[in-house]
Structure formats: C-alpha cells, structure tokens
C-alpha cells in the first residue's frame, strides 16, 4: 500500500512539475486570474480599439447581427482588455488572429486557454502551421502592441496595479515581430501564404509600428533600449524592401511608368508578385497601396526615393483610366441566405451613375511581362485581363468578365471597389505642399 501510495506522490509530482514547466511564463498570469479581479471592471479613458476591426468582426459574424453570446467589457475597462491580451499571447509572443479581446472570460476559460496555449507552435519568420499560431494577418500583433504600451502609460503610476505586466507583453510582442522580419526579403508574412504580405496591412502597420517604436514616440518611450535599437534597423530594412517591391508597367504604347503594390510577393529573389488566396491573384492593389503610400508620407524628412514613390503612387491613382467613372455600388435587402458559413441579408452590385464619385478597383492588371500564375493553389480559370484592366476574380482562381457577375458570397464577402482613393490623393495635396512641390 505505501508503495502505491508513493508512486501516486512522485505521479503527482512529476505532473505537477511538468505543468509549471509549461507555464512557467504563465505563472504571473495564474496569480492574477486566481485572485480577485475587480480592478479589471474599472473605467478610464478609453483606448482605441479600432485596430482590432477586423479580428472582432471575424470572432463575432458567425453570430446573429454579430453579436456574440458573451459579455464585453467596455471600451473604457481598459485593464480587462488588456489582461485578455496577456492571457491570450501565445509562448512566443505572438497573438493568433481574430481573438476577441473585449470578451469577458470566465477564470476557468482563462485557465483552459493558458494551458491549451502552452502547446502552440513557435513562428518565426515563416508563417502559422496551425490555427491558433502567431500572425501579422488581419492587424494583429501590432495592435495589440501598441495598445498595451498605451494602457501602460495611462496607469503605471496607479497604486495596486502591476503595470509592469503590460509593458513586458508588449515587449515581447515587438520581439516576436522582429524575429518574423524575413532574413533574405525584409519583407513580413501575412498567414495564408509564404510572402511578403502587403494585404490586410501586413507591411504597412507593423512597419509604421517599428517607426514609432525606433524613434522613442509615445506610448513607446518605457521600452527598453535593445528593443529601439533592432526597431530601427528592422524598419530601414523594411522601407527598404517596399521600395523595391513597387512595380513598373509597360503599356500598350511601350511607356513605362512606376506604380503602386500588389498583394503577396515571394521571399526568393528576384521577389515576384505571387497569387494568396484563392481569388487574390497578382495585381496592382489599391486598398493596401494607399496605406503605404500614407506610410510613406508620414517620413518627417523622405530622400529622393521615398518622394518619387509617393509621387508616381499616388499619380497612378489619379490617373484618368485608372479612376472608374459613373459608376456606384448599392444595397439591395434580400432574404437571409448562408453562403460560406456566413449569413447575408443583402446584396451589394455596381450599377451606372453619372453623378457618382470615381471610385477605385481593388485589383488593376499587371503587364504581359509578369507572370500572373506564380502560386496559383489550383488551375485557373478565365481570361486575365489586358494592363491597367480592373481584375475581378471570384472564389477558385476564376477570372469574371465584370464586378456583378462575381458569385454573391465574393461580391458581398469582399470590396472589390473603394472610394478610398480621394482620401489618398487629399493627403497628397497637404504633403506636396509640406514639401513646398
């Protein structure tokens, strides 16, 4: 019997141990999901959350209107968001995407995720093996940095509260993301492909971070000094690889002329633009475009480079064939129906207007000279149109002749037009007179 008894101890032992092993990092997070946690439901001025759009939207559609059978906190319980970031921060300091960090947690939620969490796969410059890995996709990682040195700043003088927690996590943060710098391109990888991820921001916003973060700007000021110093030489490496990665056309007429992104590019030289996902082919994008180009503009003192790529981004843009003209998009209210395991209560189509803004394509085509099938995930479909031609493809790699023959999921599941390039083009006006041009 005591034989048993002592293999049952050392058993127990041994588990005990291996858990702590595991959660070792954890531990300072255990304590605070054991003990009380009122301080989490206290109110102070809020902080943004509107970087966390898209992972929000993506944890919360499934559900009727999007709203979730959870609790939030609000905007203003600051310190609960912030404790779900710690809780939800995976081993090697990255976040998975679409986590809903305003949802209040019950403690045995919390502790069932920081245990599952130990399990995770480390990323590194590569991309996620699994669903729960680390990613830049969809503004994650970045966010949620710079949201903790935030909350940091607003209360580490506040008795009673271990602010420490938040700026240490958001420092591991900015490590996981300068270990994500890809050693050959300096380019960033977004989740569903291996590439340099212009899409959803990838570039860009973890980009304007490592700039912020380098340059001792607030709420960045408390990181610790090795951490600035890698921001700095990571962000030049990543300007760097933007500047090359935008594209120059050759048309009908045989001009040349220096354009804006495409989406995904490989991380081989010589980096050619390569397919993502499935109805994201290699094109000119417009939406990202216009964020590095904003990127761009926000360089207080930009070389002879970075100006004339802001200058031919943004003349691209403002080009007459590349502007849509008479054209709008409206909404049609139709019966619920589920399409990709979303429900859609209506239906968006471009239609003729004369007075209507321009608006701007998602996709414009690439030239004869690109390959437009590098990294296609199966046989393509359909005809890819001629340089400068909006690209509309649809869900499989098919190629559309127009935006409304686009299946009704894709057409109302994705933007194919934005009207985002008058905003573009006004900041453009303010730079060049900044720049007295």
């Known amino acids: 019997m005591n034989k048993i008894v002592n293999n049952t101890i050392i058993a127990i032992t041994v588990l005990l141990a291996g858990a702590l092993f595991y959660l070792g990092a954890q531990v300072p997070n255990i304590f605070h999901i054991l003990t009380a946690r009122e301080y989490a439901e206290k109110h102070y001025t809020a902080v943004s959350l509107s970087e966390f759009k898209d992972g929000f939207s993506h944890a919360r559609h499934r559900y009727k209107n999007s709203v979730p059978p959870w609790k939030l906190f609000k905007p203003t319980q600051i310190l609960g968001i912030a404790d779900n970031m710690l809780y939800l921060q995976n081993p090697d300091g990255g976040w998975a995407k679409n986590l809903d960090f305003q949802r209040v947690y019950s403690k045995k939620e919390l502790l069932k995720i920081l245990l599952k969490n130990q399990w995770v796969k480390p990323v590194a410059y590569g991309f996620r093996q699994e669903r729960t890995g680390s990613t830049l996709d969809n503004r994650n990682i970045y966010s949620q940095v710079r949201y903790l040195c935030r909350v940091y700043n607003i209360v580490k003088d506040e008795k009673g509260i271990d602010a420490q927690r938040y ?22 990888t977004g989740c569903d492909v291996y590439g340099i991820t212009y899409n959803d921001d990838v570039m860009a916003g973890t980009l304007r971070l490592l700039r912020d973060i380098a340059g001792g700007k607030a709420p960045f000021t408390a990181l610790p000094e090795p951490v600035r110093r890698e921001a700095k030489t990571a962000y030049k490496r990543g300007m760097e690889r933007i500047l090359q990665d935008q594209i120059t056309l050759t ?7 220096l354009t804006a992104w495409c989406q995904q590019y490989s991380h081989t030289p010589p980096f050619p633009p390569i397919w993502e996902r499935n109805f994201e082919p290699p094109a000119i994008v417009s939406r990202e475009s216009y964020e590095v180009l904003k990127l761009l503009m926000e360089e207080p003192e930009p070389n002879e480079k970075v100006k004339r ?5 943004c003349e691209f843009f403002d080009r007459d064939d590349v502007r849509i003209h008479g054209k709008k998009i409206i909404t049609k ?7 990709n395991g979303r429900t859609y209560t209506i239906d968006r189509v471009l239609v003729d207007d004369k007075t209507a803004e321009d608006l701007w394509a998602r996709f414009y085509a690439l030239d004869s000279s690109f390959d437009v099938t590098l990294g296609a995930p199966k046989e393509i ?9 909006p690209v509309w493809c649809d869900m499989g790699c098919v190629y559309r002749d127009e935006h409304n023959a686009i299946s009704q999921e894709r057409r109302n599941g994705y933007d194919y037009v934005n009207a985002g390039g008058k905003g573009l083009l006004s900041e453009y006006a303010k730079w060049k007179d900044r720049m007295h041009e």
């Open 167 to 188: 700026l240490e996590a958001a420092a591991r943060g900015v490590r996981w993301i300068l270990q994500a710098q890809h050693p050959v391109s300096g380019g960033f």
């Open 251 to 257: 048309l009908p007429n045989g001009d040349r002329i």
């Open 309 to 313: 790529a802001i200058r031919a981004g």
């Open 333 to 339: 209210r139709i019966a619920p129906v589920l399409l």
């Open 381 to 389: 479909e359909g005809k890819y149109p001629s340089v400068l031609q």
